[in-house]
């Protein structure tokens, strides 16, 4: 009885990470169907807010407006965007949707059971594949084109949050073995 209960919990575990990895296709897909005008606007409004929340955040005190400059010498210093807020926050975009997508790809794996390494292999290629089709559907959008740097970059939000969630398993599985060692013994 207690087996049969835990299927099902699983399953329907399993069902939930589903509708949440489909939500977040939808947000891509919804996202990369706008025509450029209303991406820029869309993007430029966001960055916008992010500036202010900065300023009101943390640029109100010295010790904030130092921790501000040393962030923006940072971001100049290695982003190839520069200060380029906008392209910057598109990007981070990007990387960030495709960390959510691995991540609820990985752990409806998890769920239903899969070894790691297929986890790994089924989410690299479900996160790839949707991400080459993405940047292909983008480019039939008006005032939009294809990219392989936003490939490039999705995929390392997807392997950032495979590596992530791999060692979260890793550890996980060390932690039960040692567990099982000390009380069964």
Not at 8 to 31: E, H, K, P, W
Not at 54 to 67: I, M, Q, S, Y
Not at 130 to 153: C, N, P, W, Y
Request: proline share 1%; hydrophobic share 45%.
């Amino acid at each position: 009885m207690k087996k049969k209960k835990n299927i099902v919990l699983r399953i329907l575990c399993a069902m939930l990470f589903v509708l949440l990895s489909g939500i977040i296709m939808l947000s891509i897909y919804t996202l990369s169907n706008e025509d450029g005008f209303d991406s820029s606007v869309r993007s430029e409004s966001v960055t916008e807010s992010l500036k202010q929340e900065v300023k009101d955040r943390l640029e109100n005190t010295p010790e904030g407006v130092a921790l501000s400059e040393r962030i923006k010498g940072i971001v100049i210093r290695f982003s190839p965007y520069g200060s380029d807020w906008n392209a910057n926050v598109r990007k981070l975009a990007h990387f960030s949707i495709y960390f959510a997508l691995a991540s609820m790809i990985y752990i409806t794996l998890a769920i239903l059971g899969c070894k790691k390494l297929s986890r790994i292999f089924l989410t690299v290629l479900a996160c790839g594949v949707f991400a080459v089709f993405d940047e292909l559907h983008q480019g039939d959008v008006m005032g939009r084109t294809m990219s392989k740097r936003d490939v490039l970059i999705d995929m390392l939000g997807a392997c950032t949050a495979i590596g992530g969630l791999t060692v979260i398993s890793i550890v996980y599985s060390l932690i039960s073995w040692v567990g099982k060692g000390i009380f069964e013994s």
